[in-house]
T-cell receptor, first 112, second 119 residues
Framework: DAKTTQPTSMDCAEGRAANLPCNHSTISGNEYVYWYRQIHSQGPQYIIHGLKNNETNEMASLIITEDRKSSTLILPHATLRDTAVYYCIVRRRGAAGNKLTFGGGTRVLVKP | EAGVAQSPRYKIIEKRQSVAFWCNPISGHATLYWYQQILGQGPKLLIQFQNNGVVDDSQLPKDRFSAERLKGVDSTLKIQPAKLEDSAVYLC?????????????????FGPGTRLTVT
């Protein structure tokens, strides 16, 4: 699976949009971009995934560049409960290649 | 819908002792995973089961770690004997991944984890 690069940490203000970047320059055509987050003392939580089109759900939006070498997770109105480590993961779908390879993630601190 | 259940939540043992963790996945989920998360790092996959068969155990230290998933539902992960470097959170996750039909979900749902401290 392709490696990803994320900033180590970032702060954002409560109520503002949080934009979390991720670089995945070696992504291949059959690999998806997944985002998970891990709140302190909890297991990781699935947020969103995409292949090449932008995606939106009730938690966040995912913007993938046209060349698919980078993406941005957007939390539209960050709350204090969004403070967590956010992991960007690239992986193939399908039973054989379905494992998640976590990097260090981005530690996001939402400040009042 | 009930989530992934794990027990115990915390365990403290001395090195060279043995320990076992239990996981009950979400009902109907065919695939079960065990991850190890050392403090300050992302989770690392130890073993993946599809029903009751092992799909990937390439990163499982087989000299001391073992895992089983009898009847394709619950799973146990055992460490014997434990070392200091085994101190970590052990996370269990499951995903739907039906092999047939139209329902295939690859999203993994994680339990709260078991925090192991080896002294």
């Amino acid at each position: 699976d392709a490696k990803t690069t994320q900033p180590t940490s970032m702060d954002c203000a409560e109520g503002r949009a949080a934009n979390l970047p991720c670089n995945h320059s070696t992504i291949s055509g059959n690999e998806y971009v997944y985002w998970y987050r891990q709140i302190h003392s909890q297991g990781p939580q699935y947020i969103i995934h995409g292949l090449k089109n932008n995606e939106t759900n009730e938690m966040a939006s995912l913007i993938i560049t046209e060349d698919r070498k980078s993406s941005t997770l957007i939390l539209p109105h960050a709350t204090l409960r969004d403070t967590a480590v956010y992991y960007c993961i690239v992986r193939r779908r399908g039973a054989a290649g379905n494992k998640l390879t976590f990097g260090g993630g981005t530690r996001v601190l939402v400040k009042p | 819908e009930a989530g992934v259940a794990q027990s115990p939540r915390y365990k403290i043992i001395e090195k060279r002792q043995s320990v076992a963790f239990w996981c009950n996945p979400i009902s109907g989920h065919a695939t079960l995973y065990w991850y190890q998360q050392i403090l300050g790092q992302g989770p690392k996959l130890l073993i993946q089961f599809q029903n009751n068969g092992v799909v990937d155990d390439s990163q499982l230290p087989k000299d001391r770690f073992s895992a089983e998933r009898l009847k394709g539902v619950d799973s146990t992960l055992k460490i014997q004997p434990a070392k200091l470097e085994d101190s970590a959170v052990y996370l269990c996750a499951s995903s739907l991944e039906s092999s047939g039909g139209s329902q295939i979900g690859y999203e993994q749902y994680f339990g709260p984890g078991t925090r192991l401290t080896v002294t």
